[in-house]
Structure formats: C-alpha cells, structure tokens
C-alpha cells in the first residue's frame, strides 16, 4: 500500500506536510516542485527533502520527469487506499465524495472478508463480536435517549467489531 514513513523524522514530516497540501489542493496537479526552495522553506537538506519527495512519488502523488522535474500529479493517480493519503484526505473533512468511496470500498471488501472471518472463526472471536455489537448497540442507546453524540464509543466499537 505505498511506503511507510516515520512521522518524527524531518523527511516523515515534511512528507506529511507536502502530502496533505497535496491533497488539499494547495499544490495543484502539473505543480512543479522546485527542490532547492522547499529545503530553504523547510529549512532541512536535500537528503531529507529526496527522501519526502520519493516517500510521495510511491504513494502516486508525485512523479519525476528529466527537463520537467519533480511534479504533482492529478488525483486519478494517487494510491486512494494508501493509509496516509487516506488521512490526508479525511484531514479535510469527510466530503460527500470521500464518503461514497469509502462505501463503496466496503461494499467490495465486507463480504469476503466476512465469509472469510466467518470460516476461521473461534469461540473467543465469537465473544468479542458479541462484545463489540453490545458496545456499539449501547453507544447507540446512549446516543438517541440523551440527544448528546456518543460517536467516538460508537467508533470504538466498530473498530472491535471489525478487528474481531
């Protein structure tokens, strides 16, 4: 699912950084980069700066050119299912587009996925799910008896669920 950076290191930051202005849309799709004024901007050297560009460029969202550079390149291209880019995009906010492809995602995974969990499944696992969609039913309870928001119980307790 693309390469895996370290968020504390200086190249993990400013992967992160450049990932999210990416896709935000501060830097459009044909954006070049220009490497000297990003390590003055970030105020690190041109190893880090290499190593942010190339963690970007496997995740889809940038790609190299000779004479052209190093460029931004349009969303068609991104790693959609890369976990980074994933939270880049959900930084945002949860747009109605976002939404209806995580949907549709599930729609494609879920079934197997339960087929699957459904065929190797253990007396314990049977008892976490049991947990987790009690969780989750009494978050929900809680939820429209008060009037107030239990959605990160409610959150949790999809998590379990679907670990389990």
Known sequence: MG???SRRGLSGQLAGDLGRRIVDGTLAPGTTIDVEALEVEASVSRTVVR???????????????PRIGTYVL?????????SDVM???????????LLGELDQL???IEPWAAAAAAERRTEDDLADLRDALDAMSGA?????????SQLEAHIEADIAFHSA
């Open 3 to 5: 390469t895996v950076f």
């Open 140 to 148: 929900f309870a809680a939820h429209r008896a008060s009037r107030v």
């Open 106 to 108: 599930r729609h494609m």
């Open 74 to 82: 349009p969303r068609a291209s991104w790693n959609l299912l890369d």
């Open 51 to 65: 190593e942010s560009l190339k963690v970007l460029t496997d995740k889809g969202l940038l790609d190299a050119r």
């Open 87 to 97: 939270t880049w995009r959900a930084e945002g906010g949860m747009s109605d587009r």
